[in-house]
């Protein structure tokens, strides 16, 4: 009897160390095939939130939106507003131009947000948007200028958030832009509109040659998701067919951000991910803002098996956890996120 017993035992701690070793091999495939989720971040308005090297250096953000350039258009002179990190009419913030390099070099890019909800900015003509473009070219992109606000590094794109003004000639900024493209660096164009739709910002949008648009899903309770998962689900349905590359989601990184729309990373990952991944277009989530990302933004991102309870670290722990029914109903592994989860 005692024999038996010895031989059962090396038996099932044979076959566990087996299960063990095959839970291991399903790390590594999994850690290949399962797709990234990308996240960006506005990052600008609060002299609390670090540098902009900081922000790229966590890797935690794929793209990175600077804002704002906050006045422009209608004969008005270009100013932008970095809130406390520099004063860019003494030339102040050139000394980023070191730091948009350094975050390009990481594998981020780096984008300038034009506009914003507090901004004097209008297009009154076909010819008003072409000289924004050529200022924006000359300033920020592969032009050539006497003084680049943020200094000779050239920024990846340009990020449309239009929150006042009219509507009109925003297509044509678009498609002057565009043509910048053909000279050489590709310029990235995205947009920020509100999740009602249509966006005043639509006959931009429709002109199909934005490369990212990432919805504002926050402080519009018609479509956020303080509404509710099916209003939610109902607004991204509609957003998803945009003409447009790529579809990002727009969310607050914190509950104090907005006044409706914050989702928990809990209720992001378990109920709203995987939802929004039916969608090829689907791209990501955009953060507002780097100030108020307190580990969000690391949060979202999924565990590759879902919520488990029970986990073990080594190959070593999992071949002595015991297996099948008279063991608390344990059948087998799963790989969550670099470690053997039993089941």
């Not at 981020?108 to 900015?121: F, H, M, P, T, W």
């Not at 109902?234 to 957003?239: D, E, H, M, Q």
């Not at 990501?284 to 999924?302: C, E, H, K, Q, T």
């Amino acid at each position: 009897m005692f024999l038996s017993s010895l031989i059962l035992a090396r038996m099932a701690f044979q076959f566990a160390t087996a299960l063990a070793l095959l839970c291991l091999s399903l790390i590594a495939v999994s850690s290949v095939s399962r797709r990234t989720l990308e996240v960006g971040v506005y990052w600008g308005q609060s002299g609390n939130e670090g540098s902009l090297l900081d922000a790229c250096a966590t890797g935690n953000y794929r793209i990175v939106n600077i804002a704002f350039l906050n006045s422009f258009g209608s004969g008005r002179t270009p100013e932008i507003n970095l809130a406390g990190h520099c004063n860019p009419s003494t030339g102040g913030c050139a000394k980023l131009g070191e730091e948009i390099r350094s975050c390009q070099a990481l594998g981020v890019k780096v984008l300038l947000s034009i506009g914003g909800g507090a901004g004097r900015y209008t297009l009154n003509s076909t010819d008003d948007a072409m000289s924004v473009a050529v200022y924006l070219w000359n300033n920020f992109l592969g032009g050539e200028s006497s003084f680049r606000p943020l200094g000779d590094a050239v920024l990846d794109g340009v990020d449309f958030v239009i929150e006042s003004g009219s509507s009109e000639h925003w297509d044509t900024l678009a498609k002057g832009l565009e043509k910048y493209s053909e000279l050489g660096k590709k310029i990235y164009l995205s947009a920020a509109p509100q999740c009602p739709f249509p966006d005043p910002l639509q006959p931009a949008l429709n002109t199909g040659l934005f490369d990212y648009v990432w919805v504002q899903f926050y402080n519009n309770p018609s479509c956020d998701y303080s509404g509710g998962h099916e209003t939610f689900l109902a607004g991204w349905n509609i957003w998803k067919d945009i003409n447009a590359s790529i579809v990002f989601v727009g969310l607050p990184a914190a509950p104090e951000v907005a006044v409706t729309g914050y989702i928990s990373p809990d209720v992001f990952r378990t109920r709203v991910l995987p939802e929004l991944e039916r969608s090829s277009k689907f791209g990501g989530v955009m953060l507002w803002s780097r100030a108020f990302d307190r580990g969000y933004s690391s949060a979202i991102n999924p565990e590759v098996c879902g919520s488990v309870e029970t986990r073990s670290a080594s190959a070593n722990d999992v071949a002595m956890l015991p297996m099948g029914n008279n063991y608390g109903g344990a059948r087998g592994f799963k790989s969550c996120r670099g470690t053997c989860v039993i089941v």
